[in-house]
C-alpha cells in the first residue's frame, strides 16, 4: 500500500520525503476524498494512496461566493467548490468544511477572520456570504445514546459488535515486548470483551478492567474471569472513585475515546492524569479520522494532540501501518508520559 502524509501546514510527502509544489501535488489534492469508511485516499495517475492528514487535509485560504455556489481557495493554488450542507464549526471554533468531491477542508485563522468581514451577518450557528446562508452546527453531532449504559450493552447482546477485534488490539501485541514494562499497575477504561486487559494481565502486570455496559463486563469475566491478575468492574468511568487517584502505571487507551460523547474529551484527559501518579504513562490507540457521528467519533491528530499536549509528554507518536484492513490508515498509535 503507498501512503501519502499531508502535514498540518498542508505540505505534502511520501516516505517522508516532500512533493514538489506543482502538478504532481495539485493532482493529489484534487482527487483526494473521503470514503464511505472515512479512509482518505488520493491517486495519482495509476497509483492509488491512502492519506494521513495529520488535520483537514485541505487548509482553506479563502471563501468566495459566485451566484449560489460557493468555492474555496487551498495551498497549491486550488479552487474547490463547497457542499453547503457540509460546513461545520469544530470544539476549537475553526469553520470546517467537505467539497462537492467530499474532500475535508479547514478554514485557517487568516482566512476565517477575513470571511467574517466579509460576511453579510454571522453568528455562532451560520454566516451569510453575498446572500448565501450557510449553517455551521457543531462538529460532532450529538447522540443520547451514549450515556445510556442498555444501549451498549443491547450491541453485546446482538453479537459481535464492530469495535471488538475478538483479539488485543495488534498495535499493542506488536509493541508490548518492545515497551518492556517493569510488572506495574495497569487500567484499562472501556475495556469491553476484555482482549486487551487479558494481553496485559499475561504478560504479568496487575490489571483492572472498566466498562459502562453489563454485558460487555459479563463477556470479559466469561472470556478472562479465570484470570488471577484481572480484576473486572461495571462502572461509568467517569465516576471512578477518588482513593484511586495516583494510584495506576499505565493506562490503556483503546475505542473509549471515541466511544464518549466528544464534549467530555477534555475531561476524560483530566481522568487520565488524576488516575496516574507522577511518573504513569499512556498507552494509546486512537481513531485518526475526520467522522463526525459516532460511536465509534474520529479525531484528527491535530485534535489529540490539541486535548493531551499540556498533560502528556509524547515518547511515541505515529500511525500505525499494520492495523487490520477494514482499520486501514485510521489508526495512530501514541505513547505519553504525565507532565507534572
Known amino acids: 500500500m503507498n501512503y501519502l502524509t499531508i502535514n498540518e501546514h ?12 506543482g502538478e504532481i501535488a495539485q493532482a493529489l489534492l484534487r482527487n483526494l476524498r473521503l470514503n464511505n469508511s472515512f479512509t482518505l485516499e488520493t491517486s495519482f495517475e495509476k497509483t492509488k494512496f491512502i492519506v494521513e492528514a495529520f488535520d483537514h487535509p485541505l487548509l482553506g485560504h479563502k471563501l468566495v461566493a459566485q451566484g449560489d455556489r460557493v468555492f474555496v481557495e487551498t495551498q497549491q493554488q486550488l479552487t474547490f467548490e463547497c457542499d453547503l450542507k457540509k460546513f461545520s464549526l469544530d470544539p476549537f471554533d475553526r469553520i470546517c468544511g467537505l467539497t462537492t468531491t467530499h474532500a475535508p477542508f479547514r478554514l485557517t485563522e487568516k482566512a476565517q477572520e477575513q470571511l467574517f468581514d466579509a460576511c453579510d451577518e454571522f453568528d455562532d450557528e451560520s454566516f451569510t456570504l453575498n446572500g448565501i446562508r450557510v449553517d455551521t452546527p457543531d462538529y460532532y453531532f450529538e447522540n443520547a445514546n451514549l450515556e445510556d449504559s442498555q444501549f451498549w450493552t443491547n450491541i453485546y447482546n446482538e453479537g459481535n459488535p464492530g469495535w471488538d477485534l475478538g483479539e488485543p488490539a495488534p498495535a499493542f501485541k506488536d509493541m508490548l515486548p518492545r515497551l518492556k514494562l517493569p510488572k506495574c499497575r495497569i487500567l484499562v477504561l472501556g475495556c469491553g470483551s476484555g482482549h486487551d486487559a487479558a494481553l496485559f494481565a499475561e504478560a504479568g502486570h496487575v490489571v483492572t478492567a472498566v466498562d459502562f455496559s453489563a454485558g460487555a463486563i459479563a463477556q470479559a469475566k466469561k472470556l478472562y474471569g479465570h484470570m488471577e491478575n484481572i480484576t473486572f468492574l461495571r462502572q461509568d468511568i467517569f465516576t471512578l472513585p477518588h482513593d484511586w487517584n495516583g494510584t495506576f502505571d499505565v493506562i490503556i487507551e483503546h475505542t473509549c475515546f471515541c466511544a464518549i460523547d466528544p464534549k467530555r474529551r477534555k475531561e476524560m484527559v483530566k481522568l487520565w492524569r488524576r488516575l496516574l501518579h507522577e511518573e504513569g504513562q499512556l498507552i494509546a490507540v486512537f481513531f485518526a479520522m475526520l467522522k463526525r457521528a459516532g460511536p465509534p467519533y474520529g479525531s484528527s491528530e491535530w485534535e489529540i494532540r490539541e486535548l493531551l499536549k499540556d498533560s502528556f509528554q509524547f515518547l511515541f507518536w505515529g500511525r500505525w501501518r499494520k492495523s487490520l484492513p ?12 504525565k507532565k507534572v
Open 10 to 21: 498542508g505540505e505534502l510527502s511520501e516516505n517522508e520525503k516532500a512533493v514538489p509544489d
Open 326 to 337: 477494514r482499520r486501514e490508515g485510521r489508526e495512530l498509535f501514541v505513547l505519553g508520559k
